[in-house]
């Protein structure tokens, strides 16, 4: 993969609210969640449009110097039943999409199944809304991005107790873990969705994630009060068929919200990630020897503003990090060397995030979920 | 890095000193206030026996993922709403414990004030004066000090801890200068004395020679000041054991949660118990210009039940009908969400909570617009607001002080109490 030749194919609008998460399904869907508890899906086209010229300039407010090759194609179905924001997105068989809210759910959406009921979405209808607002200013409402989609509803619900904000499967797919503002981190079965195992932790579970072998597991800990001594951050290593806790690494993270976590395919190494809004280049990823708890490389720069999440390339020898400087970065998990940056911070102190990302299962395709409402997809250079 | 302003922080004893070294700025000749003018005013309010506490939210707290939401809009936010004990009205699903007791509430959603930042709206929503006007206004406490504490109680009449307000007493003199404690109700080191009871009170009989002999030498009001702080340190050391909640805390920490705010609420309603006039217990973290929900969420898992607590625990020790508690901060937070998750400051419209103490319960004043970005109706003001507080604890809200030969009152002019608040 030549990760130095990666070409922004589309840039797909949404900007209802922000765009929170975000699943490849396959190599050709790309499925997005956004604040509302909205879910969309796409179908990625095998012979594009290349994009017009006044279209390509279309995203530039939110990627700046980064023009699509391809005319964004339009949503092919909603996924309806979630009325909170989605968090994290994960896919499995190359036909399950799993969702986790802040309505207290995990929701399991199957894209064989029919989706009969169709409705119509305007993909800008923020951009409308916000030039109506302020037409004193003599700002022209854009023309409406209309398209006409099928609802489906949530295949299989699993009900929670809080807000679910960390969630991720096993290399195999064959189990998940989701954590949530209750304390309560919880390991299923992904394909029956029946609980295997769950324990408490303090505070609230940030970030999740589950070891390939399924014996471990890392849960960060938050509770984000700031200046009161009441607040807690926390990271852990536990065993996951017993719930106990291996390896206490709070005192090596001090004070540091860890956003995201990862275990890479073999499961040789943890990758965590700072989280929250970090103080300037802060937002680090760090590896860790999952056997010993032991902190083994940093990754610099970090992400400006904090770091949102991780995702291991399946060449195993790299990893990609996304952060709230609307920058995706790929590093070289042998030399901790940046390989490439995709995107461009978009100036300010702060100025949007990149919430989330997922590449397709070959790692030739890379999903980004932008806060500004967009889903843009990469393609990285054979 | 939090996405929190650090205002600046003062000390205690730089707001005692300010009261007193007023007049070296030229602004205004301090004459605490004009005693003579006031103590029969003083004498009525103490019969009534009344007492405020002040939860102060120190960076601002959101109205809209409060006490004003809006489901539904653009500046909704993710909390949802539950019902409550008033008929009609919602609040946020993290303060269930409120939504039982809101019957005992009076709400105001229509809060709108002049200082939008910290230092400026800590001291405006202390005083109800902006900070401008060069003139030493007294905070709040210190005027509810004056006007309901006892002279020659043990205990101080203005208690605070935690993140507060930092005004100081003002033209009303060091007297009814705060007291500062830790919330769990750590004393500052000074009540420790570090001689015996013998040695401790010919040494004191000694400084107060001396000091009656510097007095004469200078009028100075800094002598004064130091002479008032040391009396009430001696006072207080006769009452120090009421500051320690070791006991009692672990039966009522379900009550209040476990927080150092819950021990706060607990320690305050102790204090009013036994007679100190004016408790403010501060409950920081709201500023929060990135990453609001979670940090609000956090701080409504904390602040719901250590309020509703407080408020469950004076009314089941019969207090709470003399016991005023004011639940507000600096600003509100903006109706926008921006690009940081966060809620920038807000002041066109947004929201107060007074319990108890003579306020009508179940009550919801004002509104604000669908989106909330300003008031919709019956806006108040700070003067507004404090004159409801003082006319409810029995305090004239147009009592006259003079500063040197200048005329000054408790609220400006044209305030007026909310009627519709009041039982």
């Given at each position: ?11 797909m ?21 956004n ?28 990627d ?33 999409l ?35 607002r ?26 929670g ?19 949530d ?48 001594s ?53 937002g ?57 940056e ?32 967009f ?7 054979s | ?72 809009r653009?500046?909704?936010g993710?909390f ?59 905070e ?64 004191n ?5 001396m ?14 000041s ?58 920081d ?36 009908e ?5 639940w ?10 921006n ?13 107060v ?10 009550v919801?004043y ?16 700070e ?12 305090i004239?809200p ?5 500063v ?20």
């Amino acid at each position: 993969m030549n990760f130095e030749k990666a070409t922004l194919l589309w840039s797909m609008p949404w900007d209802a609210d922000w765009v929170s998460a975000v699943s490849f399904i396959g190599g050709k869907h790309v499925a997005a969640g956004n604040n509302r508890g909205e879910i969309l899906l796409w179908e990625l086209p095998d012979a594009p449009e290349t994009a017009p010229a006044e279209a390509a300039q279309a995203p530039s407010d939110a990627d700046k110097g980064e023009k699509p090759l391809h005319s964004a194609p339009p949503p092919a179905r909603q996924f309806v039943g979630h009325s909170n924001v989605i968090n994290r997105l994960v896919s499995a068989e190359d036909r399950w999409l799993i969702s986790a809210s802040n309505d207290h759910t995990i929701r399991y959406w199957d894209l064989n199944a029919p989706a009969d009921a169709s409705a119509k979405v305007i993909l800008n209808a923020r951009a409308i809304d916000e030039a109506a607002r302020s037409k004193s200013s003599g700002r022209k409402a854009p023309p409406p991005l209309a398209a006409e989609i099928r609802t489906q509803p949530a295949a299989k619900i699993i009900e929670g107790q809080e807000w679910i904000v960390g969630l991720a499967l096993t290399h195999d797919q064959s189990a998940l873990i989701a954590g949530d503002d209750a304390g309560t981190v919880t390991i299923y079965d992904r394909a029956a969705g029946t609980e295997k195992k769950r324990w408490q932790i303090k505070g609230w579970a940030y970030a999740v994630a589950l070891a390939p072998d399924q014996k471990q597991a890392v849960a960060s800990e938050r509770f984000p009060l700031v200046f009161d001594s009441d607040k807690h951050v926390g990271l852990k290593l536990w065993d996951a068929t017993t719930g106990t806790m291996q390896h206490d690494l709070s005192k090596d993270f001090k004070d540091m919200k860890i956003g995201a976590a990862a275990y890479s395919p073999d499961g040789k190494v943890l990758a965590i990630g700072r989280g929250g809004e970090a103080d300037g280049n802060n937002g680090k990823v760090f590896l860790i020897d999952p056997a010993t708890g032991k902190k083994q490389r940093e990754f610099t720069p970090g992400h400006l503003n904090g770091l949102t999440d991780l995702c291991f390339h399946p060449d195993g020898q790299h990893l990609l990090s996304s952060g709230r400087d609307t920058v995706v970065r790929v590093w070289n998990l042998a030399d901790g060397k940046l390989v490439k940056e995709l995107g461009k911070p978009r100036g300010g102190q702060f100025k949007d995030w990149i919430h989330a990302i997922s590449l397709s299962p070959d790692g030739s395709r890379l999903a980004t979920a932008d806060m500004a409402g967009f889903v843009h997809v990469w393609e990285f250079g054979s | 890095m939090n996405g929190n302003c650090r205002g600046p922080e003062h000390i205690s004893r730089r707001a005692l000193l300010k009261g007193a070294l007023a007049t070296t700025a030229g602004v205004a000749v301090a004459n605490w206030g004009g005693l003579f003018s006031s103590q029969t005013i003083a004498a009525e309010a103490q019969k009534r026996g009344k007492r405020c506490i002040l939860l102060w939210m120190n960076g601002g707290a959101s109205q809209i993922d409060t006490f004003d939401m809006k489901p539904g809009r653009p500046t909704g936010g993710p909390f949802r709403e539950i019902k409550t004990k008033v008929p009609g009205y919602h609040m946020c699903e993290y303060l269930p414990r409120m939504a039982v007791i809101a019957d005992r509430l009076g709400i105001i959603r229509s809060m709108r004030t002049q200082s939008p930042d910290h230092p400026e709206g800590i001291y405006q929503m202390h005083t109800c004066y902006k900070q401008s006007e060069r003139m030493p206004h007294p905070e709040l406490g210190a005027m509810i000090a004056k006007y309901l504490g006892q002279a020659d109680a043990d205990l101080p009449s203005f208690v605070r801890m935690g993140p507060t307000g930092n005004t100081g007493s003002g033209y009303l003199g060091p007297r009814h200068e705060p007291f500062s404690i830790d919330r769990n109700g750590k004393l500052p080191s000074f009540t420790s004395p570090y001689l015996l009871p013998a040695r401790e009170e010919r040494r004191n009989e000694l400084l107060l020679a001396m000091e009656a002999e510097a007095k004469q030498a200078s009028a100075a009001d800094v002598y004064e000041s130091h002479r008032v702080a040391k009396e009430r340190a001696w006072r207080l050391l006769r009452a120090k054991s009421l500051f320690d909640t070791t006991k009692e805390w672990p039966s009522h920490e379900p009550l209040y949660g476990a927080s150092e705010f819950g021990r706060g609420c607990f320690l305050a309603r102790k204090l009013v118990e036994a007679g100190v006039p004016f408790v403010e217990v501060g409950q920081d973290n709201y500023d929060s210009h990135a990453d609001n929900f979670v940090c609000h969420k956090a701080n409504m898992q904390v602040l719901d039940p250590a309020w509703s607590g407080l408020l469950i625990d004076l009314e089941r020790t019969g207090q709470l009908e003399d016991t005023l508690v004011v639940w507000m901060g600096e600003v509100g937070r903006t109706p926008t969400i921006n690009n940081r998750a966060g809620r920038d400051h807000f002041i066109k419209g947004w929201t107060v909570v007074l319990a108890g103490g003579g306020i009508k319960g179940g009550v919801v004043y004002g509104s604000t617009d669908a989106d909330g970005s300003d008031v919709a109706e019956n806006p108040v003001s700070e003067g507004d607001l404090f004159a409801t507080i003082y006319t409810t604890l029995g305090i004239n809200p147009r009592v006259k002080h003079f500063v040197g030969t200048r005329p000054v009152w408790a609220t400006p002019e044209g305030s007026q109490p909310v009627k519709e608040l009041l039982a």
